[in-house]
């Protein structure tokens, strides 16, 4: 059967701990001739409806370094820019490539090329989720804190977008004990929250900030708006008062918390200078790991 990576919750728990493993071991391996290449000889398309700097990158000296070769596609360069049924790209894609990385907005739209698709898909961003960010993040967390994640306070400032509810599935997944602080009507959708609590996540949502991250050891945010939200960024600016990563939220954390945000950031924003580029944060760290947590993603899926 073929796998895709839609969200998190496309790999078992053990599956989880066994890719941030390899992703450990592939990090070290980088630049050495022990490095594996299981991807020779295959193609895989970099498919993106939504502007990408991160994610194309990651993934496409991803694909070179695992041995393979990264097809880059703008929807708009394509007939699924004029309009080509996504079914039909994905037929089309199967008979071509080996795998597709898909980054798109509505989380339909990664199901339905999933649905279509004899090759294995993944999400490289939805407006719901964006679980190959979460990879990056619990192995940048585990090299801060150590492997056993089971009970480790992450606190989540700010939107509950599609970064919040892959935090949700990962907490159910790994056992964090996740915090989100929220805007009164920048919660996570209900359905995700419930999804995440029904599979065991110890989820607390509030709108204090400092109550939140009082003892986090991972402090974490994204922008205020995302892609496809620029017309609300006025309106969030006022709404999201009050939930600025500064010095003083930080030192509410515990002693040795770390400071991540998948980028890029809007400094004086979410988050203050003070913190992103200070002694706690991780963020470049975190950018580096979405290519190794990938290329491990990518030989579990595409290299059998």
């Known amino acids: 059967m073929t796998r895709h990576f839609r969200t998190l919750l496309d790999l078992s728990a053990a599956e989880l701990t066994a890719l941030l493993d390899r992703a450990d071991e592939l990090k070290r391996l980088r630049g050495t001739a022990a490095h594996p290449r299981p991807l020779t000889g295959k193609t895989v398309a970099v498919l993106l409806e939504k502007a990408s700097t991160r994610t194309r990158i990651s993934f496409e000296v991803g694909i070179h370094e695992l041995g393979g070769h990264a097809l880059g596609l703008?929807?708009?360069?394509?007939?699924?820019?004029?309009?080509?049924?996504?079914?039909?790209?994905?037929?089309?894609?199967?008979?071509?490539?080996?795998?597709v990385v898909f980054r798109t907005f509505e989380h339909d739209r990664v199901e339905a090329l999933a649905a279509a698709a004899s090759i294995p898909v993944i999400?490289?961003?939805?407006?719901?989720?964006?679980?190959?960010?979460?990879?990056?993040?619990?192995?940048?967390?585990?090299?801060?804190?150590?492997?056993?994640?089971d009970g480790l306070p992450v606190t989540w400032i700010g939107d509950g977008n599609n970064v919040a509810c892959s935090w949700m599935l990962a907490a159910a997944q790994v056992g964090l004990d996740l915090r989100l602080a929220c805007p009164p009507g920048f919660a996570p959708p209900d359905a995700v929250l419930t999804m995440a609590r029904a599979r065991g996540a110890r989820v607390l949502l509030t709108s204090d900030p400092a109550a939140a991250v009082a003892g986090a050891r991972v402090v974490t945010t994204d922008v205020w708006a995302s892609m496809g939200q620029e017309d609300e960024a006025e309106r969030r600016r006022t709404a999201f008062h009050g939930y600025v990563v500064d010095g003083a939220l930080m030192r509410r954390a515990a002693p040795d918390a770390v400071f991540l945000h998948c980028l890029p950031a809007h400094r004086g924003e979410e988050v203050a200078a003070e913190v992103i580029d200070g002694p706690t944060s991780r963020v470049w760290d975190e950018a580096e790991n979405r290519l190794h947590s990938q290329k491990a993603l990518l030989e579990l899926l595409v290299a059998p």
């Open 74 to 99: 703008a929807s708009r360069d394509t007939q699924l820019g004029r309009g080509e049924p996504l079914a039909d790209t994905a037929r089309m894609l199967s008979r071509y490539t080996h795998g």
């Open 123 to 149: 999400n490289g961003l939805s407006d719901t989720f964006h679980p190959c960010q979460l990879l990056a993040d619990l192995m940048t967390v585990r090299e801060a804190h150590g492997r056993e994640l």
